[in-house]
């Protein structure tokens, strides 16, 4: 008998703005967080003098269609990416995140397309994508820095395989966590894991239809989390003991995150820029083989008539 192997490594994925170019991408992991179509079932209420359900009683109910896409985060790959996350390009490589009336009416305007292809399945279109949510993070060791996407969209169809033609793998280099730099308080930073992530309170409206009529950000509510060895001589006890006092802690600081990497000739780098977080502080556990290390997390705002919520500069170009 013939082995019928069906893997995630022969699997594509392609991500694009609807009615634009799709960029086929390496990916770590998709995940169907709620791919699923429901049934308008009058059969579970209606009293029919036995416990069996009627077939004719039910008919095609609402579908969700949620899903989670993880991978290494390139420079490459958030030159196509930001836009997507409400971020608008201007001045060249430049991303800011949109607050002007303007500038949401064109980042909310922007919706995705997915497509993806199961090796040895059929071609999965996601059209009207919008994003949820994104988290960017990395730990200490060996695996590059990731950013995770979730996506809601307003429909979902398949068609046979090879029907969409996913073409060259926009990849880039990723970022070691090494590579990585932080300022915070006004001073830089050594840490251990971080965590950057934007919540967009995502409203999902269906209305007479099955899929979704209207996807509709709400909010931004941007998070930051981090760890620091807890140490005079490394200058990070202010970390827990500032913000604990109540003038810092009302006013906050700039958060500077990015990563650098070298090939050749050619620097890439992706950073980002938070007008101004304010910590929320967490006391350190300890044990006796490890380093007291502090936990540090963070709520990010706008400066009035200052620094912005979220800039972040991405340089993909060689």
């Known amino acids: 008998m013939t082995s019928c192997c069906g893997t995630g490594a022969l699997s594509a994925l392609s991500i694009g703005q609807s009615g634009g170019t799709l960029y086929r ?45 993880s991978m290494y985060m390139t420079a490459a790959k958030m030159d196509i990416l930001l836009p997507l996350m409400g971020l608008i390009e201007t001045p060249t490589d430049t991303f800011t ?11 909310t305007a922007i919706e995705a397309k997915v497509v993806v292809t199961p090796s040895g399945g059929k071609d999965h279109t996601f059209d009207n994508a919008k994003v949820a949510r994104w988290v960017i993070h990395g730990r200490k060791g060996t695996d590059p820095v990731r950013i995770d996407i979730d996506f809601v969209a307003k429909s979902w169809a398949e068609a046979a395989s090879g029907t969409y ?5 926009v990849e880039g280099y990723p970022y070691g966590f090494t590579q990585g730099s932080m300022t915070l308080e006004g001073a830089t930073r050594y840490f251990n894991q971080v965590r950057l992530g934007m919540d967009y309170g995502l409203l999902v409206e269906s209305n007479n239809s099955i899929y979704p009529t209207n996807l ?40 500077t995150l990015g990563w650098t990497r070298t090939v050749g000739a050619a620097t890439y780098s992706t950073s980002f820029v938070v ?27 706008e400066v009035t008539g200052g620094a912005g919520l979220l800039v972040c500069t991405n340089d993909a170009s060689a």
């Open 275 to 301: 007008g101004n977080v304010k910590l929320l502080p967490r006391f350190l556990g300890m044990r006796k083989s490890d380093f007291n290390r502090l936990p540090v997390y963070g709520t990010g705002f």
């Open 165 to 169: 033609t996913h073409g060259t793998i």
């Open 216 to 255: 509709c950000w709400s909010d931004y509510n941007l998070n930051f989390g981090t760890g620091v060895l807890y140490s005079t001589c490394d200058s990070s006890t202010d970390l827990y003991t500032v913000p604990m006092t109540t003038a810092t802690a009302a006013t906050g600081s700039q958060l």
């Open 97 to 107: 995140i949109a607050t002007t009336s303007a500038n949401i009416a064109t980042a």
């Open 25 to 69: 991408m390496d990916f770590i992991e998709f995940t169907p967080t709620k791919i699923i179509k429901t049934l308008s079932d009058g059969s579970r209420s209606a009293i029919r003098g036995t416990f069996a359900h009627n077939s004719i009683s039910a008919t095609e109910g609402l579908a969700f269609v949620e899903f989670s896409v």
